[in-house]
């Protein structure tokens, strides 16, 4: 008769290459990495899912290399599926093997076919040099960038992030590192063998390179704060574009009145006030995310809700640049709005700019190129769109902001006294030469042109500033019905950085 003891042998054999495999690189290897204020492989995934969620793939993958230097599977954050990877530095510094590409594959095959979200956690050295040849073999980039636009794909850069590894940040829809982090194509050892420059990685790479170029989107601490930024982000998202943003009922603000916008908003269009202040006013509770706040100032990227229901919010800031959308505002925007879109979170555009910037070194940045990438992504945006003009919005930066007619808003509002047109009167004067006369009714023209506007229905209403929350939850309220009974992907992935 067979025995539950016959199995010993084998079960205990299983038990020692997993014990094996869930050691890392070993005793000293992780106290280097924790003397160094980062957390390994596993306790980073531990922090990330929920307590006791994790189910790991691939464990004994590498065979005598520590889960090949990739710990990867499952959990749920608040309860929703995930697939998670996780770059374990203390074996063999992360780097990329057979067995651990393949993991990484899988992982993001699993996410597309199951609809749920991918997160990488990087610090590795890229492909590991082995000497061998592998033919033709997958690589995980094709399956990561074929979940873009269909599931949420996000990374964390949370200590030296190098070649093949690091080009998942650049395919995320959110990126967020640590203070420690450093991500570049090739590491120092590589760029002085290469071009002669002796570099650190901090200067490669570093947080101050990389919140620059707009490759990574936030940055955070420590890896828990890091961990913390991408739980924040994904409650905001539905887990696949085949559901719609989830809705929290139970914590959800209802209907009031926002007077302190009297206070924010100053009536002079001269003079500054911080977009931020107006948000911390007009969503559920003051409690919104920003996305990349160190990259393209003069516009406010930031994910919030109203009345439970989760937004995208792309607003001016005319605290930096007076709010024009300068070309590295708007190229955040356009990621930013196709993201967004790709996942059914409703638009609201708040729009307080005298323009696109303008000048030499605006030209020089691309900042046409750039406000078109800014305004081909809202005007192909099928998720509903609402506008709303503070004080002023002229020329092409009124268009990009989703002002102009017949664009497949939801609602468009705007405050009475807001000036639009091709360009503020001052600059009219000035670009015809106009004597004083015309000087005057050009002034006298713009101070009424909400008004006009109104008379034509260029907006659907001119509105009290202290009506601002109730016509967005309002407007929310009247496109929800709209939604098609099964959410779909829609046509565009979204726009890398």
């Known amino acids: 008769m067979p025995n539950a003891r016959d199995w010993d042998d084998t079960l205990h054999d299983l038990n020692d290459r997993r014990e094996r495999s869930r050691a890392l690189g070993g005793p000293e290897r992780l106290a280097r990495q924790h003397a160094a204020g980062k957390l390994d492989a596993r306790a980073r995934i531990d922090l990330l899912v929920d307590t006791g969620s994790f189910s790991e793939i691939g464990t004994l993958a590498g065979g005598d290399v520590a889960a090949d230097a990739v710990v990867a599977g499952s959990g749920t954050i608040d309860g929703r599926p995930v697939m998670v990877g996780a770059e374990d530095f203390t074996t063999l510094g992360g780097s990329i093997g057979p067995a651990s590409n393949a993991k990484r594959y899988r992982i993001a095959e699993l996410a597309l076919r199951n609809h749920i979200p991918l997160v990488m956690l990087l610090e590795g050295a890229g492909f590991r040099t082995t000497g061998e040849t592998h033919g033709r073999s997958p690589t995980d980039l094709l399956m990561q960038s074929k979940c873009s636009g269909r599931v949420p794909v996000i990374s964390a850069v949370l200590g030296a992030s190098a070649g093949h590894g690091a080009l998942v940040a650049p395919i995320s829809d959110f990126c967020v590192m640590t203070r420690r982090g450093a991500i570049f194509t090739a590491g120092p050892p590589v760029v002085r063998e290469s071009t002669g420059e002796v570099v650190t990685k901090e200067d490669l790479g570093g947080p101050n390179v ?61 003079k500054v006030y911080d977009m931020r202040a107006v948000l911390d006013a007009v969503v559920d509770h003051g409690d919104w995310m920003e996305i990349q706040p160190a990259f393209g100032q003069s516009v406010v990227c930031a994910l919030a809700r109203f009345a439970g229901q989760p937004v995208a919010i792309v607003a001016n800031n005319p605290a930096y640049l007076a709010g024009s959308v300068d070309a590295e505002g708007a190229d955040k925007a356009a990621h930013f709005i196709c993201v967004s879109d790709a996942f059914h979170l409703p638009l609201v555009f708040l729009a307080d700019n005298p323009g696109v910037l303008p000048g030499s070194q605006s030209e020089r940045k691309g900042v046409l190129r750039s406000g078109a990438r800014m305004f081909v992504a809202q005007t192909f945006a099928t998720t509903p769109k609402i506008h709303i003009t503070l004080r002023k919005a002229y020329g092409f930066g009124s268009v990009v902001m989703s002002l102009i007619g017949f664009d497949g808003q939801v609602a468009t509002y705007a405050y009475p006294g807001a000036t639009l047109g091709a360009m503020g009167a001052g600059a009219s004067s000035e670009a015809i030469r106009a004597d004083e006369e015309v000087a005057r009714a050009l002034r006298e023209a713009e101070a009424q042109a909400s008004y006009r506007s109104a008379a034509g229905l260029g907006f659907d209403e001119l509105i009290d500033p202290r009506e601002t929350r109730n016509v967005i939850v309002q407007a929310l309220t009247r496109a929800a019905p709209a939604r098609q009974a099964a959410p779909e992907p829609v046509l565009r992935p979204p726009i890398t950085p």
Do not use: K, M
């Open 210 to 270: 990389a919140l620059a170029s707009g490759l990574v989107h936030n940055v955070a601490a420590d890896d828990p704060e890091a961990l913390g930024l991408i739980r924040q982000y994904l409650s905001y998202f539905p887990s696949s574009a085949w559901a719609y943003p989830p809705t929290d009922t139970a914590g959800a603000d209802g209907l009031r009145p926002t007077p302190e916008l009297l206070d924010l908003v100053p009536r002079d269009h001269r």
